[in-house]
């Protein structure tokens, strides 16, 4: 007791001397470049801002347990027992710090890239830090000799090692879809390449297959392994023919590419990155930043004294990223300190796979891809369809007492392809999990990843409604079928974003949570019956049936993995698939939009079905024609008048039937904005604009 209580003292006075811990910890940062910005506003009284790019230099402690959990990480370690780490980040600042609101907001990089911060919140003095957490020196976060004020950001990080300092090696795959022709093709998770090589280029000692097609069920057709002397690691092409120059990160057929064929090579592989230290790296740059006023060596913190309270966040990957970092506890620093006061995962509905051995971070959605083991939810639940014991993701933060408060905001692209529901009714689809206090959610209702371009006209065929259908992202995924969906998230984003710093910084609370429920009969199976979507013109062939959603799939990684935290070491490449758990959606209304969402102008107004999923096209992409385009979302506009909708068989009413003139039109606008300000979900500026728009807008001219 009295050896605790010296060392409270301890740290006590360490934290008033500005050091960042005793243990792990940011040792040295290194300013790269600094840059001043226009004034935020342009107005008067505007913030003058500047930008720093540097590099943070940190060490962790193995056997603390807010690192111990890191895989791998005693494999990781130097002579002197600490494991090191070169994080780059970027500092948004005002120049003079008197003008800063406290507020600092910790942005995650997706695949290296640091999002836009609003112009808001430099009009409020908001402090914007971003910082890398993404360790495997593949293609967009590869390591560079300084950090730039626009470039990528990036972690250098060490890669396992055997106690006796040999190689840690293991079974690795990666797949190849949509190439044809005789060039060869390099081995990519999204867009980046796969992170790990091949041992040796015998393709002996690698296996090649290729599959005819697969499921959402996991099913495989007509898959044929490709003879060893069919194939090479290299680079070839028309000029350089089979078996080409040889090339670890790229694989050569003698008979070229089958467009028709997906390709799936697995491989002994060496030198993993450990790639949980981004955890830790994210967590120590964001303290540092916040509770210290110096490095080691005497470097001053740029933002020492200034940030009373912080709010993490992030997008899309980097949102299950922040799910990831705080289930597995990194939200306490290394002297048990709570490390931010809110974190923003913003259309991200799983924990990122990135603590485990040979993890892929790029990895979203694909079949074989790692990010819906465990619990997605937030409180304790059973998980009896899978076998594991009740867990939830703040279980860790509840134990210290380290738990933010969360706002979490979704469209319906969430649900249809990026696997969303199970956190909402768990994995037996049977009932609504609870929702603890500190959390808010927010549902988006048929709307894209991250929204569409917003406006009126961007709902009208022939005025601002494109005829093609947007790209799929992803790994060559094709195109969609049908336009993008324009119905807009900034708006609400902009109230919420509102709502999380009045939450953070004054204790006010914001909205209830609103999302589809099954207590109020707002979900269902995800099929076309049950969800009572209407029959559609053009949309015969393409309406969501079954098995149009991504399920998620309940995989077998071996035994030397913890499907609970998602850590550990996989020896199953791929992964067996044990089953397939039941999806559910948003039920829709008789236009084929959802229910159970917050108010939506556009949607409160609309001028068409808008859809959170799109199909994939064929052409020269055609291995996933028919099935869903990844995130991406679409959109069916309404008939003009009645008497072209009849033409076109289709049950949904015209925009004359439902708003007679221009003038109506503008007076539904209006009410809808009124509607989303009372609920909280609409700034007065935001309405302003809103119904200014509509005047301009082409609807019913």
């Not at 609103?514 to 979507?533: I, V």
């Not at 009849?646 to 039937?657: F, G, I, K, N, V």
Request: net charge neutral; glycine share 10%.
């Amino acid at each position: 007791m009295f050896q605790a209580f010296k060392t409270s003292l301890l740290v006590a006075g360490l934290m008033t001397l500005g050091i960042s811990s005793l243990h792990a910890r940011v040792t040295r940062i290194v300013i790269d470049e600094v840059r001043a910005v226009p004034a935020a506003t342009g107005g008067a009284g505007a913030i003058a801002y500047e930008q720093v790019a540097g590099r943070a230099f940190g060490e962790l402690d193995p056997k603390l347990a807010q690192n111990a959990i890191i895989q791998d990480i005693e494999l990781a370690k130097d002579a002197d027992g600490k494991v090191r780490y070169m994080a780059s980040f970027v500092i948004y600042k005002p120049v003079d710090l008197k003008q800063a609101s406290g507020l600092m907001w910790h942005d995650v990089p997706n695949r290296g890239r640091v999002f836009p911060y609003a112009p808001e919140e430099f009009a409020m003095g908001d402090i914007g830090l971003a910082s890398a957490w993404q360790g495997d020196n593949a293609g967009a976060t590869t390591v560079k000799p300084k950090a730039t004020i626009n470039g990528l950001q990036f972690l250098q990080i060490p890669v396992a090692r055997q106690p006796n300092g040999s190689p840690v090696t293991g079974r690795v795959f990666a797949r190849i879809v949509n190439r044809s022709g005789p060039a060869s093709a390099p081995l990519l998770v999204q867009t980046n390449p796969v992170p790990y090589q091949p041992m040796s280029l015998d393709t002996r000692q690698s296996q090649l297959v290729s599959r005819g097609r697969e499921n959402m069920a996991g099913e495989v057709f007509d898959e044929q392994v490709m003879p060893a002397s069919e194939w090479a690691w290299a680079k070839c092409d028309a000029q350089t023919p089979f078996p080409g120059t040889p090339d670890p990160t790229q694989i050569c057929l003698k008979s070229g590419f089958d467009p028709k064929r997906l390709y799936q090579v697995t491989f002994q592989a060496r030198d993993p990155y450990v790639l949980g230290i981004g955890f830790a790296a994210w967590r120590d740059v964001g303290a540092f930043f916040k509770q210290a006023r110096a490095d080691d060596s005497g470097t001053p913190n740029p933002l020492a004294g200034v940030v009373r309270h912080s709010i993490g966040r992030g997008v899309s990957q980097s949102g299950n990223y922040l799910r990831g970092w705080l289930h597995l506890g990194f939200n306490q620093d290394e002297v048990g300190r709570q490390v931010h006061d809110g974190l923003w995962p913003i259309i991200a509905g799983r924990r990122i796979a990135l603590n485990f051995r040979w993890a892929q971070p790029d990895g979203v959605l694909e079949l074989y891809q790692a990010g819906s083991e465990g619990p997605q939810w937030w409180l304790p639940h059973p998980d009896s369809v899978r076998g594991l014991p009740p867990a939830g993701i703040l279980d860790r933060c509840t134990r210290t007492q380290t738990c933010p408060k969360i706002i979490e905001h979704f469209g319906s692209a969430e649900v249809w392809a990026l696997k969303l529901t199970p956190e909402w009714v768990g994995t037996d689809a049977k009932q609504d999990l609870p929702l603890p206090t500190n959390v808010r959610r927010y549902y988006i209702a048929s709307s894209n990843h991250g929204g569409g371009a917003g406006g009126f006209d961007t709902s009208l065929p022939g005025v601002g409604l494109p005829t093609a259908g947007p790209m799929c992202p992803g790994n060559n995924f094709g195109q969609a079928v049908l336009p993008a969906n324009p119905v807009p998230h900034k708006e609400t984003v902009n109230a919420l974003r509102v709502h999380f710093r009045q939450w953070v910084m004054k204790g006010v609370e914001p909205p209830p949570s609103r999302y589809p429920l099954l207590s109020r009969n707002e979900l269902a199976l995800a099929e076309k019956t049950a969800l009572g979507f209407p029959t559609l013109p053009g949309l015969r062939s393409t309406i969501p049936e079954r098995d149009f959603i991504m399920p998620v799939h309940d995989y077998d990684w071996g035994p030397d993995f913890n499907a609970l935290d998602g850590t550990g070491i996989p020896t199953l490449a791929p992964p067996r698939i044990k089953q397939v758990l039941t999806m559910l959606a948003p039920k829709v209304d008789a236009d084929g939009n959802e229910l159970g969402g917050v108010p939506v102008v556009l949607l409160d107004a609309p001028l068409g079905t808008y859809l959170g999923w799109n199909v994939t096209a064929g052409g020269d992409k055609p291995f996933h024609q028919g099935e869903i385009c990844n995130y991406v979302g679409g959109m069916v506009p309404f008939a003009r008048t009645r008497a072209q909708r009849l033409a076109q068989s289709d049950s949904r009413l015209s925009l004359e039937e439902r708003y007679g003139s221009h003038e109506g039109y503008v007076t539904a606008v209006r009410l809808a904005t009124e509607r989303a300000k009372q609920a909280g979900f609409l700034l007065p500026e935001d309405a302003k604009n809103l119904v200014e728009a509509a005047q301009r807008s082409q609807v019913l001219r």
